[in-house]
Structure formats: C-alpha cells, structure tokens
C-alpha cells in the first residue's frame, strides 16, 4: 500500500461555520492519477469537523439548528468549568460529527453522489484556521 499526504488550510468564522472544501479534496486526490484508492479526509484539532451533506442554503441552516437542539452554546457544560473557553458545546458536536470522512475513488472518480459536499464545520467560539490532511491510500 502506498500512502500520499497531501494538506491544505482554511480560515474560519468559528461559530458552526460550515465550509464547502469538496474542490480542495478533488485537487488532492486527483493529483495521482489513480484508477483505484481510498481517499481519506481529516481535520487536526477538537472543536472542527469533517462530514459531507447536501451544501444548500437550507441545509446549512438545518444542520445548525439540529445541533443546537443537542448541544446548545448557552447550555452548562463541565468543560467550561475547567478552562473558561466558553466553548464546551464545540468539543461536545465535533464529537459527535467526528474528525474524519473517507470516500473511495473507482475507475478514476470519486464515489461522491451528485448533491454530496464534503464539509469542514468549526464549532469553536472564534475564528480559526484548520489544517486539513488529505491522505490518498492505493
Ligand atoms: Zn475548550
């Protein structure tokens, strides 16, 4: 099995922001022409995800909102009683929604479905700047 990394960075608004990153993880496992691989999508740090959804003006709202009804900003959280970040809604939905996302390419293409984005959503309580690994496994 070989192993390419390959990386890029994307600045945040923080606050649930959900970011379209699909043409960034192209570029990436595009690069190597390879008919057959595994394309695995990861985002370093505890408040930010990655997943894929429909990226459509409602959706981007709903998925917010989803999460607000399961881990609201203005609940108490025993995170903030250790570190006063504030951000303890963050830690608790980017635990839930996960760090990583892996979508296989086949014949040449990635196995995306037409109204599928791959997505890098910040939960922290400030602007951020991510850094996203993109491994492309054969
Ligand atoms: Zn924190």
Redesign the pocket.
Known sequence: MTIRNGKFQINTRGFTDIIDITQKVKNEAYKHNLKDALVHVYVAG??ASITAIEYEPGLVKDLPEALDRIAPMNANYH??E??H????H??VRAAIIGNSFSVPIVEGALQLGTWQQIVLIDF?NKPRVRNVTVQVLD
């Open positions: 505890s408040t995170h903030d250790t570190w970040d504030g951000n303890g963050a830690h922290d």
